[in-house]
């Protein structure tokens, strides 16, 4: 397999009026995102609101997104993350006989489990699925700080458990002392505010929330980049966080649906106890994302 890299979408769960997953629009925004410069699509992670998914619709997203019309021209890399290491390998296995290109995991989280046992569980995912792995480190979420000088974590980066790991925390230092580890691993950015900087530390790419609508902006990032215009990349970067304060002041999530529904694409709203924007809270974002987009 080729070594992932580039934008890749953290697509939405699309809802239809009555709360059910909507796959018709799924493939509306796979659509919209690919001709945007999307290279792939994480499905199934934090912003398709996994925790309030069922194992049902969570294996409905995955299905959806396998059955997409233009699937030959982009790659999926399905989330499997569970509470449980049963219930991930299902997905896992799912994710395989789905023909995914890739898949991911969280930590196990909420019961403070060591860095073996974190270790583990994801030998247990790579065991379960001949499907490149990789790891999700969200610390901010799931409470848990990956440990790289454990000689666990150190082991599983290093002998082909994970092929990479998504780096969603601020924390752009590890990104490196991840590369120092084993230069081979593939790291996605994971926090759209800090794209230029994960770049710059070794950084392959990023899986983005806000990528759902904000790519066109992001690519004109890394051409700057490309070209080392740092200054235009910095310019670009500072718009980039302008929507993403905005977003997140009034709640990430919806905020990025609503937006998507101003594009024509109705993905519904979030499950509470998300909350519904105001009407105040919808002019807010309307007006900075069509200032800096």
């Not at 993403?244 to 509470?272: E, N, W, Y």
């Amino acid at each position: 397999m080729n070594k992932l890299n580039g934008f890749w979408v953290a697509a939405v769960t699309p809802f239809d009026a009555d709360n059910r997953f909507n796959p018709a629009v799924l493939h509306r925004l796979m659509d919209k995102t690919l001709a945007e410069g999307a290279s792939g699509f994480l499905i199934g992670g934090s912003s398709a609101e996994c925790p309030m998914l069922t194992h049902e619709e969570r294996i409905a997203g995955l299905e959806a997104a396998a059955g997409y019309a233009h699937r030959s021209a982009t790659k999926l890399m399905g989330s499997v993350a569970a509470m449980a290491t049963y219930e991930a390998v299902e997905y896992a296995k799912t994710a395989e006989l789905l023909g995914y290109d890739a898949m991911i995991s969280t930590v196990p989280y909420y019961y403070k489990f060591s860095m073996k046992q974190i270790a583990d569980y994801m030998r247990a995912l790579r065991s379960a699925a001949d499907l490149p792995l990789y790891l999700y480190n969200f610390p901010g979420n799931t409470g848990v700080e990956i440990n790289l000088n454990d000689p666990d974590i150190r082991a599983m980066l290093k002998d082909g458990t994970v092929d990479g790991v998504k780096q969603t925390s601020l924390n752009l230092h590890q990104i490196e002392r991840i590369k120092s580890i084993n230069p081979d691993l593939t790291v996605f950015g994971g926090f759209d505010e800090v794209y230029l900087g994960a770049r710059i530390l070794g950084a392959d790419g990023a899986i983005g929330s806000t990528f759902n609508f904000t790519l066109p902006l992001f690519t004109r990032m890394e051409a700057a980049y490309q070209a080392r215009d740092i200054e235009a990349a910095q310019a670009l970067q500072r718009r980039a966080n302008n929507i993403m304060d905005a977003l997140v002041s009034c709640s990430l999530f919806p905020s990025i649906k609503h937006i998507l529904m101003t594009q024509g694409l109705d993905c519904g709203v979030c499950r509470a106890p998300f909350p519904m924007l105001t009407d105040a809270q919808k002019a807010l974002i309307e007006r900075v994302v069509a200032e800096n987009l």
